[in-house]
């Protein structure tokens, strides 16, 4: 039974660059890193501000209350202030803004079920996993080729809704920013309307969706929710106005969330095939002056 400590991993010889050599290469790889990083926040704050104008617009009707109050909504210029309307009144389901309606998720999107055998799955494929997703953020980062997998799956397209319905408290809900395939506890949501793509990324990645997903999901130990649970999720839907000027002023935040992710992708690449070479001597790499 060979075994293997720390003592004879501290005899194994090391080659390393010179002292100032170390410096210059942590110097290059440290620049990579700390932009991947830097895109990594910027994407969160846009995901924080597009949650929190959904919440404004669509649950709290802040808008819609300054108006009736005779006040210009905080943050907004007059001619998108002028699509709401000025008063919210009493309904069954609670207060909502004159004018809107209750509908229903399922209204406004639907479940795409384009089931992939493993024999149609080609290598080069992308593959998103629940191991994939991040926790409340919209923003997917991370994907792998499809060559190891040997089972079905969901076949996705470019900025549909991926919805992790396995444990979904774990609120695993994110825009797709490439074309792939992904694991079958992954639901795929896509809007009707082309143009509603952003309100309904915030309505599915919504804490009050992620909670009745939880609340309605199936089994103890692995709960399971499923596309009903969330096609019965009740939203208080504006007029097609409101909801494009919301496409209008969302859609541009998802955009570049999904050019820092794919900017991210390449220099983590770059970062990693720098790594080897830099370190065996293979490339040689340039003298960076003391800061």
Known sequence: MPSLNQQILGLFP???????????????LGT???KIELNR???????????TLFTSWFVTFDPVRARADG????????ETAALFPDRVVDSE???IPEGWTWNRFGDI???VRDGVPPTEIRAEENYVGLEHMPRRSVALAEWEPASKVTSNKSRFQEDDVLFGKLRPYFHKVALAPVD???STDILVVRPKNGCQLAWAMAVASSD???QQATMRSSGTKMPRTNWNNLADFMIAAPDNAVAYAFENLIRPMLDLSKQNIHASRTLADLRDTLLPELLSGLLSAPHVPAV
């Open 14 to 28: 090391l080659p390393l660059p010179d002292r100032e050599a170390q410096k210059t290469i942590a110097h290059i």
């Open 71 to 78: 006040r210009q909504p905080e943050g907004m210029d007059a």
């Open 208 to 210: 009050a969706m992620v």
């Open 93 to 95: 389901l609670g207060p």
């Open 109 to 111: 999107a639907v479940n």
């Open 41 to 51: 926040q910027m994407n969160a704050t846009l995901d924080e501000i597009a949650r």
């Open 180 to 182: 792939g395939i992904c």
């Open 32 to 34: 990579l890193d700390d």
